[in-house]
Every structure is written in C-alpha cells, then in structure tokens.
C-alpha cells in the first residue's frame, strides 16, 4: 500500500457519498459550461476570415430603412474600394415554416463574390449562376438540411416584400462561416417588385486593413445631409450592433454562473465537512501513531481535490464532448449555430474545482490538524 | 405518528450542517424563480395588448406587424364597408398604422437598439384606449413630433419632453409620454401616419386597426377578408394578434425549465449527500424506534418530512433572495418585433409557489432513497452501529 | 406455571463474507415467570444473540423460540413490532434515548404507538419516571442528565406499556459504580416485588451477583448454570 492508494481507499470507503459528491459537482460544472457557451454564442459572433476588410453600410435611421440605388456610383469613386454589391435581405418563408433557419438575400452576382472572397464554388456552377436572372446559389449547410440537389427549385413567399420567390438551384457555395444562405439576383427582386431602386444594405471590400477605416469614415461623410444618410462600420462593428440589442442578457447569465458557482461551494464544503467529522477518531490515532499535521491536511485535500476533479471531468469533459457530438443546430431549430467549448471554459471549469476543492478539504482539515489525540481519540464516532 | 416534536426538533438540531444545503436549494429556487420572472414579464405585456373589441389586419404571411405591408389599395377597398362601426362625426373607426424601426442610442452608453415607431392613423388613439398621455401633450400632424412610451424614455437618449433626436437627415422632437397600461405599446414611439410615412418614404401602410359594428358585424368581416382571395389579408381580433407574439418570452422559459431541471438534478444530489449522512449518524436512533414498536413506513414518513421541511425553509428563503427583482424594468430585443421590448420582471404568488413546491419536490426526491435505506437496515445491525 | 420462554433446539448461523459463523449451537432453555436471568460469557459467545431472539429483533436460524405461547417465528414484521410495543422493555448499553426529546417525551414514546388518551400517557409516563426516581428531572433533555440519571429514563421507557419481559443489554457498562447499583436495584425489584421477568446480558460478575440464575455460553452453547436461593 503506497499513500496514494491510501488516499483513494479513503476517498472511496464511502462509495456512495463520493460518487454523490462528485456528481453534484458534475452537473453544476456542466451547468456553467452550458451556460457560457450559450453566451458566447449569442454575445460574440465569430471572426470570420476575409471580416477585417469588409464593410457593411445601412440606413443611419435603422436596417429596415433602405438605401437608394444611385449611391452605388458614389461609393465605387470612393479610394480603397476594391468592390461593392448590393446586400438585400429578403427574409422569406420556406415551405410553409413557421420559421425558416436560413436567411436569403440579394446580391449582384459578380460583384458578390468579390467581395466574399472565400465563398467556393464550381466554376461551372457560378456561371451558370450568372447567366440566369431566375436562378440562385444555395449554402451547403441548407442543401444537407432539406435533402436538396442542384436543378430542383427554391421556392420562398415574402413576408415584408409581398412577392413570392420562384428560382432555380445552379449551384452550392461553402468555407464561410455560415454556409445556410441563398444568394440570388437583386434585378429579379427588383423585377417582381417594380424595382423601387433601392438596396437594404452595401457590402464592401476594402483593399487593406490600413485603409479600412479611412473608408468607413469617407462612406459616412459622402452621404451626411443627404436624403439617405449611412452607417458604415467594419463587419465586426456590425455583428456586434446586433449583440448590444440583446442588452442585459450578458450580465443575467453571468449572474446565473455566479450563482452557481457559488452554490457549489457551500455545498462541497458542506459535505466534505461531514465526512472528515466522520472520521476524526481515526484521523487522531494517525496523528498518535506519528503522522503529522500538514501531512493530515495533504490527505484531506487529495481527497477533496480528487473529488472535485473527478466532477470536473464528468461535468465539463462531459459537456464538451456532447456538444461536439450532438447537432445543436437541429435541436435549437437554427437558433443555436456552433455551441462550442473552448478551451478557456474548460480551463475555468477546471479551476473551480481545484478552488473547490481545496476550500472545501481546508474548513475540516485546519480543525483536524488543531485538534489534540486525545480529544480526537475520546470522540464517538 | 411520530411526534411532530421529533421531526421538527431535529431539523432544528442540526440546522449549522443542513445550512449549507438549504442555503443551496435557496439559490436554485432563486434563479428559477428570476429566469421564469423574466419569460412572465415578457409574456404579461404582450398578452395585455390590444381592445377586445378591434381586428387588426395585416398582409398574410408577415410575420410582425412591422413587416406587414397593406397597401392604398386594400385599404380602400375595406374603408367604407358597412360592417364597420361609426364615430359620432360618422366617420368609420379605422386606423391605418405605419411601423418602422429607428435605431437609436440608449442611456449610459448602454449601445444602441432598434425602436419601433408607430405612425397612427387618425382613429388609431381612440381605438386604443388604454394608452394614455402622462406627460406633454400628443403630438401635432402635419410636424415632426413624437409622443414616446414612459418606460422607453427612461432607457434611451433624448427622450425627454422636449428634447429632439435624429434619424437620418430628420429631427424628431418629443413633445409627450404615454403610458401604455403595461402592454405592447409601452416599448413604442408614436407619430401621426401621414407623417411617418413621408419620414421614411413609405406609400404603403403596415397595417389596419378595425371596430367592427357590434358582433355581426365582426362576423361579416371576418368573412368578407377570408373569402377574398384577392385581398391576402390576415385579420386578428387585435388581443389574439399581440398574445401570440411569444417567440420572445418561448426561449427564455426554455431556458428557465433547462436550467431548472439542471440545477434541481444538482440539488437533489446535494440533499441525497446531507440526508445520507444525517440518517448515517442516526442509525442507532432509528432503530431504537424501531426496537420500541415504530414502524418502517412510519419512519420513512418522518425523515420525508424532515427533508421536505429543510428544502421547503430553502425554497421560501429563495423566493426572498428573488423578491427585490419584482418590479424591475428593463429591455430587451424582441423576437418578432426586432426592436427594444421593455418589460418588468414580475414574480407573481404562482411563481413564488411553484418556486416553494420546486424545492419540496427536491426535498422529496432526495430524501427518499436514503429515508427507505435506513428504516430497511436490519434492526440489530442498526443498534450495533456506533 | 409455564414457563413464559420456550427455546427448544434453536440454532442461529450467519454469514461473514465467505465464512459461516455459529452464534447459537441447539439451545435448549425455559425462563420461567419473574425470573431475573444472566447470560454471561466472552465476546462471541452469542449471549446478546440469544437476548435480540428472546425479544422478537432478531429470528433463528433453526428450532423454536417461545414467548408467552407465541412463536414469534411466524409473527409478520409488523405484528412482530406491535408485539414488541406491547410485551418486552428493552434497555441497552449506550442508553439510546432520542436527543431532541425531554425525559417525559422519551419515556412517552412507545405509548404513542396506542390508542390511549393524552391524559391516560401523562399518568403511565408519571409513573413510570416515579418507580426510577426521576419525576423533576422529566423536562431535560438527555445531555442535560447525568449517565445514570440517562439509563433511569430508559428503564422509565422499557416499563411505559408494562411489559411482561424486561431485557436488558450491559446495561451497566457505561456507568460509575454508584449509578451501576441503583440500576441494578431497580432491575431486582422489578423481579423480586412487580413479577416481571428480567433477562440481562453482562459480563460483570458483580453485576450478576444480583440475579436469581445465571447461564455461561462459550461458543454458543451452555456451559455452566448458576442458581442463587433467591
């Protein structure tokens, strides 16, 4: 028998309480890591590879707010452009759905995919895109989903344009971050909807990540005081406008963690308490027979620690590997894209039970180590 | 048959070690009763909306009202139906509303939110009642005023009576608050239509708020738009309209239940832990009162109450710990609305008693296998034991 | 009379792990009425074994324990505990009084299993706490009574429903010297002057100078039987 089997025939003499200890650990752990990524998901959206260049332009009154077409000219004069294309969000409904995960917009075909750079498709496919007014590019995301080959139809009915989407499927696209859009021509929206000559938004690529900012700054200038006046930002600046409207959702989950966490700790410390006080009559003829204080303490806090890691692993490692297997996009009806777990949760995950776990060894074991062996030795178990 | 005294007193005894657990199971309930205050709020202010007596209409297949689009046409067609109800002046009591979104700054740097601007039609205060002036007065058609909800003034920049705002090239200037009585409209912003319309370039309306005459002819309507096919309209009596706009508050109380269920798993492993070891340094006891007569059953009934008791006393601390949050006032985005929905977090004596018969249940569940596992050990084992 | 306890060829065996232990090994003994009987012997001699049987927590492995006619054998565990209620006191070494409940409450315990009114419990529990000497001492707790004064209330509560049958398992272990005697005059009287039939387990000779017979197991089986003029 080494110390550290000692430890763990220790740890496990009370089977059941350590497996309950452990487990409550787990699920609060898998609690909170559930809890982060559900924030993360929703607070930060993640960088995308060609994001640093791009440009997204509204309305400055809002998004719903559209921008005329003539702007266009003005835009493409602006240095360190190198592309632009119209970026209309159609948001129609797909198969009597009551709502559609994928998103469809309008674009100029040529001029999208220079500026969606790592968008691929077949060459064969993006021609046969441009070509055909009534056609569209669908991600390979959605194409999975509903079980759709390239020729069939895409079929959408509007829900703030009151016309209804009949196209064509020539192609696929994929390696952007989200590969469920539908692209298609903005002259057939145009045509069905007796071309208002206007845009829901710009999108732009920059030259350089120098001069990005000088034209998000000139965009906005071109267009102060006119009849349509713009917001230009960064594509990031533009994924995080949309976070801010969540408002305090940031702050109520992390207070829900808190809480948890919290709770946690009393508990854990509660009951490693109970089982040191167990065994404080043992612990006092080991102390007799000559160990000393601080190796009494070392004993105490393996077990606590090898409790609380052990719920850390079930909890945490638990979570992690079922939301790599599990598709949470299915279950969450699209609300829920990527649910990952990074590293700096599990990372502090595992640290709270480390905290734990030896906050929770230290309340009995500072007791243990100043009790007398005679006191110990006179307790009834 | 136990004595209430044996039960109660030990859950007194030994409360320094229990603490730890009821105060636990207070923060599950706690944050169950928080979340499902949150859903509660959201759903009160959208289910309180509207008069029982309007329809609202709005193009079929939209999703909000805000991405309705009625046209002049539709409109006239129904303008001077017979089946709508007539105001003293013998004018037919219909609004044509227009809605947009402006995006604007909140208080404190908080960032910026959509807001929903509702341009009403000249009926359209009248046929909604329960929103009153509390504050300035309603704005003038025909110049750029705005009257915004009270709640909203209280999140956002430049909302004050008489302060302006931009959107776009345009100044705005508030001339009045209104309070909406607690429902949809409290997170609006209301100008006259006309004026809306001419703002945002809009030759169309979003939608169309109808008193029918009496129940016939809310019947005839009703009919009427279904049957015309050329219409594509979508017409609601106005509060089935707004109750239904739940896609905000359906997320938040499936978090609220997932977190529920989560935390009460923890919990209950957490008051199975405690139980286990209080009835561990009980065992000579409980088979002393075996030995005297006391049955099994009627010992497990004793240590289930013991346990239902301390969750219970931690499910109403919890309800307490959430209390002071009843009330407060804050926004969010809207699912269907994409705009600032303000709300109050509202815990209601349901809430607080599910929170109460939550914890109880926990009590039950993790007393219940050690409760059976001490009255089953053998009697002599149990005197036997130290 | 009858003898009120019967033991004809009773065995008892159980299992340690792999092993199987003998505990009992074909008793063959009759108690009769007021009788205060001693088992005495080593540890593992199967006295407190023989003592659990007598008094209905523990069953035999083989052969026949009577009490009062009754083979308790074929009582279900309920009727078993009803019977216990009613016809045997127990006492023990540690005492084993509830902590959350006064004196009065303690000794009260085993008549809330019955039908009896408040008022009737009141006046057994008085009297009860008046044959061992404690009436002003029923509103204390247990820690706040001395070790003797602890062990008195149990024999209080082992009298409550006027059992035929008192058992009592070292009841004086944990006692000093002066409390170990009155218990042990109190158990003497029950036999002596209330007719109840006394079975006590020890191993302190000196302790069971005061019964009336004494048997000595080794190993589960009689060895020797002392009987006192009494």
């Known amino acids: 028998m080494t110390t550290a089997s000692f430890i763990l025939r220790n740890t496990l003499r009370n089977k059941r309480r350590a497996m309950l200890s452990a487990l409550s650990v787990a699920v609060s752990l898998f609690l909170f890591i559930t809890l982060q990524v559900t924030l993360r998901e929703l607070t930060i959206p993640p960088e995308d590879i060609g994001a640093s260049l791009r440009i997204a ?88 989903r509903y079980d759709l080959k390239v020729g069939e139809k895409m079929l959408l009915s509007g829900t703030f344009y009151p016309v209804d989407l009949d196209m064509k499927i020539v192609g696929t696209y994929e390696g952007t971050l989200d590969d469920r859009n539908v692209f298609f021509h903005h002259k057939y929206l145009d ?76 508990v854990t410390v509660s009951t490693m308490s109970m089982a040191i006080r167990e065994r404080f009559r043992e612990l006092a003829i080991l102390k007799a027979i000559g160990y000393r204080r601080h190796e009494l303490l070392a004993f105490i806090l393996a077990e606590s620690l090898f409790l609380s890691l052990l719920g850390a692993l079930i909890g945490a490692g638990g979570a992690a590997w079922l939301f790599s297997v599990v598709d949470i996009q299915k279950l969450s009806g699209g609300m829920f894209i990527f649910f990952e777990v990074t590293t700096k949760m599990l990372g502090t995950a595992f640290l709270i039970s480390i905290v734990l776990g030896v906050l929770a060894g230290i309340a009995p074991g500072w007791s243990v180590c100043r009790m007398s062996v005679v006191d110990g030795l006179k307790t009834l178990d | 048959m136990l004595p209430v005294k044996y039960n109660v007193g030990n859950v007194v005894l030994r409360w320094r070690s ?58 006239r067609s129904l303008r001077y139906s017979e089946w709508i109800m007539r105001n003293e002046q013998d004018q037919p009591m219909i609004s044509t509303d227009v809605l947009t979104l402006v995006n604007l700054p909140r208080l404190n740097d908080q960032g910026e939110a959509n807001t929903m601007v509702r341009g009403v039609g000249a009926q359209g205060r009248v046929l909604r009642s329960q929103v009153k002036l509390v504050e300035g007065r309603w704005f003038t058609p025909g110049k750029r005023e705005v009257v915004v909800s009270q709640r909203l003034a209280a999140r956002f920049e430049n909302f004050g009576v008489g302060d302006r705002f931009k959107t776009g090239p345009d100044w705005l200037t508030v001339v009045g608050w209104f309070d909406g009585g607690n429902s949809a409209f409290d997170s609006e912003i209301w100008a006259d239509a006309d004026e809306v319309r001419a703002l945002f370039d809009r030759d169309s309306f979003s939608s169309l708020l109808i008193r029918p005459a009496g129940d016939q002819g809310r019947a005839a309507l009703v009919k009427q738009i279904e049957e015309d096919k050329r219409l594509q309209l979508l017409v609601k009596n106005e509060v089935d309209y707004y109750k239904e706009q739940t896609m905000t508050a359906t997320p938040i109380m499936w978090m609220g239940n997932f977190l529920a269920t989560a935390m009460s798993l923890g919990a209950i492993l957490a008051a199975m832990n405690t139980m286990y070891a209080t009835v561990g340094a009980r065992t000579r006891e409980i088979g002393t009162l075996r030995v005297l007569g006391f049955r099994r059953r009627t010992i497990v009934l004793g240590l289930l109450i013991e346990g239902i008791l301390l969750c219970a006393i931690g499910g109403v601390l919890g309800c307490m710990l959430a209390l002071p949050l009843n009330g407060y006032a804050t926004g969010t985005i809207g699912f269907e609305s994409f705009s600032e929905t303000v709300f109050e977090f509202t815990i209601t004596p349901t809430l607080a008693m599910q929170g109460i018969v939550f914890s109880a249940l926990i009590g039950l569940f993790g007393t219940l296998i050690p409760a059976i596992k001490a009255s089953r050990t053998p009697v002599i084992d149990a005197l036997k034991s130290l | 009379m009858k003898p009120i306890v019967e033991i004809r060829n009773l065995s008892k065996v159980y299992n340690q792990g792999e092993i199987q232990v003998t505990a009992l090994d074909n008793i063959h003994l009759d108690i009769e009425c007021s009788d205060f009987l001693t088992l005495m012997g080593p540890s593992g001699s199967g006295k407190s074994t023989l003592l659990h049987i007598i008094a209905g927590i523990d069953h035999q492995s083989s052969g026949s324990c009577k009490v009062q006619d009754l083979d308790l054998s074929a009582l279900s565990e309920s009727a078993l505990a009803d019977w216990r209620n009613q016809n045997v006191g127990f006492i023990f070494q540690s005492f084993n009084l509830i902590p959350v409940l006064t004196g009065f409450e303690n000794v009260e315990l085993p008549l809330l299993l019955t039908r009896l009114s408040k008022k009737e419990r009141k ?108």
């Not at chain 1, 034209?215 to 600046?237: C, D, G, I, M, Q």
Request: with cysteine.
């Open chain 2, 18 to 75: 229990t603490l730890a657990t009821i105060l636990g199971i207070s923060m599950v309930v706690a944050v169950y009763v928080m979340v499902q205050a949150l859903a509660v709020g959201l759903q009160t202010s959208s289910a309180n909306t509207g008069d029982p007596r309007n329809l609202l209409i709005v193009r079929k297949g939209s999703q909000s009202e805000s991405s309705s689009v009625v046209n002049l046409e539709q409109y």
């Open chain 1, 191 to 266: 045509e069905l909807t007796d071309d208002p000559g206007t845009v829901g938004t710009w999108w732009l690529r920059a030259g350089s990540a120098e001069v990005a900012p000088k034209v998000v700054s000139t965009l906005n200038e071109t267009f102060a005081n006119t009849s349509a006046e713009v917001r230009a930002e960064s594509e990031r600046a533009f994924q995080m406008g949309f976070v801010s409207m969540w408002g305090n959702i940031k702050m109520l989950i992390d207070s829900i963690c808190t809480a948890i966490v919290f709770t946690l700790l009393l």
């Open chain 1, 57 to 144: 332009v509204r309305n400055k009154v809002s998004l719903a707010q559209p921008l005329p077409f003539r702007q266009l000219q003005k835009i493409e004069k602006i240095p360190g452009v190198e592309a632009v294309t119209p970026f209309t969000y159609f948001g129609g409904l797909y198969r009597d759905e009551a709502f559609t995960p994928f998103a469809q917009f309008a674009v100029d075909p040529i001029r999208f995919t220079n500026v969606f750079l790592e968008a691929k498709t077949s060459k064969v496919q993006m021609q046969a895109w441009i070509k055909d007014r009534g056609t569209c590019l669908v991600g390979v995301d959605t194409m999975k």
């Open chain 3, 123 to 230: 006046r057994l529990v008085d009297t009860a706490l008046e044959l061992v000497g404690l009436e002003d001492r029923s509103h204390h707790l247990p820690k706040q009574l001395s070790g003797g004064q602890e062990q008195r209330v149990a024999i209080a509560r082992a009298l409550v429903t006027d059992p035929a049958l008192v058992v009592a398992d070292e009841p004086t272990g944990n006692l000093d010297a002066e409390s170990a005697q009155q218990v042990l005059e109190i158990l003497q009287s029950l036999s002596n002057d209330a007719g109840k039939t006394v079975i006590m387990v020890t191993h302190d000779p000196k302790a069971a100078a005061f019964g009336k017979r004494s048997i000595h197991l080794e190993k589960g089986r009689f060895e020797k039987e002392d009987v006192r003029a009494s």
